[in-house]
């Protein structure tokens, strides 16, 4: 089956960028979408199409894609940003199965 | 303002039967596809369940396949899932998620309703 890949962990200091990556075979093809989840709340959609922002989400997220990797970057980085990441993406093969990644957690020093 | 508010979880023992309900508002149901997305306890997010705006298509993930079923009513702004032949494995919180169409993601999502499968 189709899996995503992700660190289990990421730290930095509050100001500093955080970058947190996810890789799969299937992600020259398909589109790369993140999520932040704090303790106890619901995901938050924060990228969707690889690099888009939803309305909202402060300018300090963005995404990239290249290849089989994607990256969540975290400019400025604040205390607040302290969560679990999801990256989600399609099983190419059934575009309508979404899959997410392990999730990172990113702890603020 | 999307509002995803689940209910219907609780306590059940394996072998049995739970149907989870998602009340939407704030927006047009019927313009938008819906998904059933789990997350065990301390673990990470599992897609089970797929239906279209029109509950014309339905879509299963393959640890769920044969025991649960989705539905919709556009009609009563509600999404639904049958869950039959629990296991101790399907234990988590259990959310309904938006799918917009426009950017291929879940951009809503309820607050979770917690099942528990155990004897």
């Known amino acids: 089956s189709y899996e995503l890949t992700q660190s289990p962990s990421v730290s930095v200091s509050p100001g500093q960028t955080a970058r947190i990556t996810c890789s799969g075979d299937?992600?020259?093809?398909?589109?790369v979408y993140w999520y932040q989840q704090k303790p106890g709340q619901a995901p938050v959609l924060v990228i969707f199409?690889?690099?888009e922002r939803p309305s909202g989400i402060p300018e300090r997220f963005s995404g990239s894609s290249s290849g089989t990797a994607a990256t969540l970057t975290i400019s400025e980085v604040q205390a607040e940003d302290e969560a679990d990441y999801y990256c989600?993406?399609?099983?190419?093969?059934?575009?309508?199965?979404?899959?997410f990644g392990g999730g990172t957690h990113l702890t603020v020093l | 303002q999307v509002h995803l508010v689940e209910s219907g979880g609780g306590l059940v023992k394996p072998g049995g039967s739970l149907r989870l309900s998602c009340a939407a508002s704030?927006?047009?149901?019927?313009?938008?596809?819906m998904s059933w997305i789990r997350q065990a306890p301390g673990g990470g997010l599992e897609w089970i369940s797929y239906?279209?705006?029109?509950?014309?298509?339905?879509y299963y993930g393959d640890s769920v396949k044969g025991r649960f079923t989705i539905s919709r009513a556009n009609s009563k702004n509600s999404l639904y899932l049958q869950m039959n032949s629990l296991r101790v494995e399907d234990t988590a919180t259990y959310y309904c998620?938006?799918?917009?169409?426009?950017?291929?993601?879940?951009?809503?999502w309820g607050q979770g309703t917690l099942v528990t499968v155990s004897s």
């Open positions: 998620a938006r799918g917009d169409p426009d950017i291929g993601a879940f951009d809503s």
């Open positions: 704030g927006f047009t149901f019927s313009d938008y596809y």
């Open positions: 239906i279209s705006n029109g509950a014309s298509t339905m």
């Open positions: 299937g992600l020259p093809k398909e589109y």
């Open positions: 199409k690889d690099k």
């Open positions: 989600q993406s399609s099983d190419s093969s059934a575009s309508y199965r979404a899959v």
